[in-house]
């Protein structure tokens, strides 16, 4: 099993930037790829981004491609988001979630996730 703790959300002006980190324990971190998704009141879980197991291959929401930058450190056992030029609609909860498949975007394909972080950005 692997725990995953999301951390770094927070207020900020549209925009802003802010840092999202997720630290997981548990299983060998580095044998899963990790995604990022998020979800705002009244809506769907989204994909928002993932990085493969190495942290060769990273993969975008069009929403968000060019502003948000994944990465993962495995001697640390983190992945990061770093969530440039924010919007007020990318005020959601966003959660960090380890598989060991392939199909990055689909919530389905993740066995494991953390509690979430909260991102507000006003406007």
């Known amino acids: 099993q692997v725990q995953l703790v999301e951390s770094g959300g927070g207020l900020v002006q549209a925009g802003g930037s802010l840092r999202l980190s997720c630290a997981a324990s548990g299983r060998t971190f580095s044998n899963y790829a990790i995604g990022w998704f998020r979800q705002a009141p009244g809506k769907e879980r989204e994909f928002v981004a993932a990085?493969?197991?190495?942290?060769?291959?990273?993969y975008y929401a069009d929403s968000v491609k060019g502003r948000f930058t994944i990465s993962r450190d495995n001697a640390e056992n983190s992945v990061y988001l770093q969530t440039n030029s924010l919007k007020p609609e990318d005020t959601a909860v966003y959660y960090c979630?380890?598989?060991?498949?392939?199909?990055?975007?689909?919530?389905?394909?993740?066995?494991?996730w953390g509690q979430g972080t909260q991102v507000t950005v006003s406007s």
């Open positions: 990085v493969s197991w190495n942290g060769r291959n990273t």
């Open positions: 979630a380890a598989t060991t498949r392939f199909g990055f975007i689909a919530t389905s394909t993740y066995d494991y």
